[in-house]
T-cell receptor, first 113, second 111 residues
């Protein structure tokens, strides 16, 4: 069974800093990996999807990498802004489990002005 | 293209009542997933459906819970005889086969 872990659980940084969120998974036979953002009391917004054949994806100030051999993914946020404050969730799917997403518990990010 | 729609957004039920949660996938998406987020816990997969078929229900409790995705209309997650432990946010996601897109969720409170 795929287990996903996210470190740190919480992170506070001053505005403008670059930061890295970490995600690890136990089963390297993943189908894809998605990073989401969740605001308090809200749904999930998909940020980036990395297919198993890819090493990284970029969207604006966000860059996500995938290393299947080590079971790790990172989400890099450049030039952080207070509006980036949210919980960031990493989720991995496996083709042998119907592509259902296995979620980590998230990293709660606070960017202070 | 409207996003994934869920209703109601908030639902209050007394213990023993039934809860029906609805999910309308994005246009053109034939895959629907249901997830549950318990307080202070991560999201957990419940069930994966395609039109008129349950593909994987390994994450759904064996009793009181059922799901369907009929040929016409939204997907329904049904919880019979709700208990306080069913209080949670229930999220639906739809997919064209790859990336999953989530709805805003239904927050169920059992009193």
């Amino acid at each position: 069974k795929q287990e996903v872990t996210q470190i740190p659980a919480a992170l506070s940084v001053p505005e403008g800093e670059n930061l890295v969120l970490n995600c690890s998974f136990t089963d390297s036979a993943i189908y894809n990996l998605q990073w989401f953002r969740q605001d308090p009391g809200k749904g999930l917004t998909s940020l980036l999807l990395i297919q198993s054949s890819q090493r990284e994806q970029t969207s604006g100030r966000l860059n996500a990498s995938l290393d299947k051999s080590s079971g790790r993914s990172t989400l890099y946020i450049a030039a952080s802004q207070p509006g980036d404050s949210a919980t960031y969730l990493c989720a991995a799917s496996n083709s042998n489990s119907g592509y259902a997403l296995n979620f980590g518990k998230g990293t709660s990010l606070l960017v202070t002005p | 293209n409207a996003g994934v729609m869920q209703n109601p957004r908030h639902l209050v039920r007394r213990r023993g009542q039934e809860a029906r949660l609805r999910c309308s996938p994005m246009k053109g998406h034939s895959h629907v997933y249901w997830y549950r987020q318990l307080p202070e816990e991560g999201l957990k997969f419940m069930v994966y459906l395609q039109k008129e078929n349950i593909i994987d229900e390994s994450g759904m409790p064996k009793e009181r819970f059922s799901a369907e995705f009929p040929k016409e209309g939204p997907s329904i997650l049904r919880i019979q005889q709700v208990v306080r432990g069913d209080s949670a946010a229930y999220f639906c996601a739809s997919s064209p086969g790859d990336e999953q897109y989530f709805g805003p969720g239904t927050r169920l409170t059992v009193t």
